[in-house]
């Protein structure tokens, strides 16, 4: 329980200076009518929203869960975090689709997935996304090596 509102605090602090960075945010170019602030602030209002509510809430409207801290769970956590990291910088240069491939084969070996299946997962993912996000959504990816 108490990691558990440290850490929503963190995220709480964290949202709050975001949430602040978000409202003084001017774009160069207005496309919606709205207006291009409007969505980052609705997300960290309710991120910073939700982090203070579990940060405060009464201890009795929760069950204590032991989480078990062992060595191999934060040799995964930092190995995650790590493939995290690895993917925001390779994304441009290798490009959505590749980049997300090597990202979901990574996190399902970390999660004990099998090869075969992990690699057919990672190739409909990634190309599924790629073509909902630019030809449905209209949003550009980069292509990296395609492109």
């Known amino acids: 329980m108490k990691s558990e509102r440290i850490l929503t605090a963190i995220i709480t602090v964290i949202g709050l200076g975001l949430l602040i960075y978000a409202l003084n945010f001017q774009a160069p170019i207005s496309y919606d009518p709205v207006g291009p602030k409007a969505f980052p602030i609705l997300l960290m209002g309710s ?3 939700s982090a203070f509510y579990l940060t405060v ?7 204590l869960v032991e989480l078990g801290w062992t060595k191999h ?6 190995v995650c975090g790590l493939a995290l990291t690895i993917y925001a910088i390779i994304f441009e240069f290798f490009g959505f ?4 491939l090597l990202m979901t084969i990574a996190l399902g070996k970390l999660f004990g997935g099998k090869t ?6 990672g190739i409909i993912l990634s190309t599924s996304t790629y073509y909902l996000f630019d030809r449905v959504l209209d949003v550009p990816l980069p292509l990296g090596f395609f492109g």
Request: no cysteine; net charge positive; proline share 8%.
């Open 73 to 78: 769970l934060i040799g995964k956590l930092v």
């Open 47 to 49: 991120i910073t929203f």
């Open 97 to 100: 689709v590749l980049a997300t």
């Open 116 to 121: 075969i299946p992990v690699v057919i997962t």
């Open 57 to 63: 809430r009464p201890a009795i409207m929760f069950e």
